[in-house]
């Protein structure tokens, strides 16, 4: 079974408003398709577009105008400042990962950066945890590849050690901070 038969068509519908109002395709204000319109767009029924915009609206990432539509509302406190560069999974990308011995469940086929702000050169996100390896998708501008990278060594400062984050959550040799659960230190 496919990463994307796992997920219900409005999870589908909602992870890719999410993922371009989280890559600032789609601003604040940004006035979104009507349910007929995503309906019409995916090949669904209405009902499951209304579901799709029903979890938007309950993510915080959207709101509802009656009769004006939906709007974007706002992007997570948490990704202000992340490094905003993305990349959309090819189809074979997304089986080869859907084989690995903890199948991601509800991958999405846009990952986001790890970093915080923006910067030159490679980039990666977490395509996911399989056993003890964690497999992270690297791109740059010209091409992907999933590979094991080990997690970044790091530990919080014990101060913070009721946190359950101890690890800095990025992989091996990242530049700049740590993150530690959604704190960068």
């Given at each position: 079974?496919?990463i994307?038969?796992q997920?219900?068509?409005y999870?589908?519908?909602?992870a890719?408003l999410r993922?371009?109002?989280l ?6 204000g940004?006035?979104?398709?009507s349910?007929h319109?995503?309906?019409?767009k995916?090949?669904v029924?209405?009902?499951?577009a209304?579901?799709a915009?029903?979890q938007?609206r ?8 009656k009769g004006a539509?939906?709007?974007?509302a706002?992007?997570p406190?948490a990704?202000?400042?992340r490094c905003?560069a993305?990349?959309?999974l090819?189809?074979?990308?997304i089986?080869w ?5 903890m ?8 990952l986001?950066?790890?970093l ?5 050169g490679p980039h990666a ?6 056993g003890d390896?964690?497999?992270?998708v690297?791109?740059t501008?010209?091409?992907s590849?999933?590979v094991?990278?080990p997690?970044c060594?790091?530990q ?7 946190v ?8 091996q040799d990242?530049?700049?901070?740590h993150l530690?659960?959604g704190?960068?230190?």
């Amino acid at each position: 079974m496919s990463i994307d038969e796992q997920q219900a068509p409005y999870q589908l519908i909602a992870a890719g408003l999410r993922n371009q109002i989280l890559a600032g395709h789609l601003t604040v204000g940004t006035k979104l398709p009507s349910e007929h319109e995503l309906a019409a767009k995916h090949h669904v029924a209405r009902a499951t577009a209304q579901s799709a915009l029903r979890q938007l609206r309950s993510e915080g990432l959207t709101t509802s105008r009656k009769g004006a539509g939906n709007y974007v509302a706002s992007a997570p406190a948490a990704d202000i400042g992340r490094c905003p560069a993305h990349l959309v999974l090819a189809p074979a990308q997304i089986a080869w990962l859907g084989t690995l011995p903890m199948p991601a469940h509800g991958l999405d086929r846009v990952l986001h950066c790890e970093l915080e702000r923006a910067h030159p050169g490679p980039h990666a996100g977490l395509g996911q945890h399989a056993g003890d390896t964690p497999w992270w998708v690297q791109w740059t501008l010209a091409a992907s590849e999933i590979v094991p990278v080990p997690m970044c060594p790091a530990q919080r400062v014990p101060e913070r050690a009721e946190v359950d984050d101890n690890k800095c959550l990025l992989f091996q040799d990242h530049a700049g901070r740590h993150l530690f659960g959604g704190d960068y230190m």
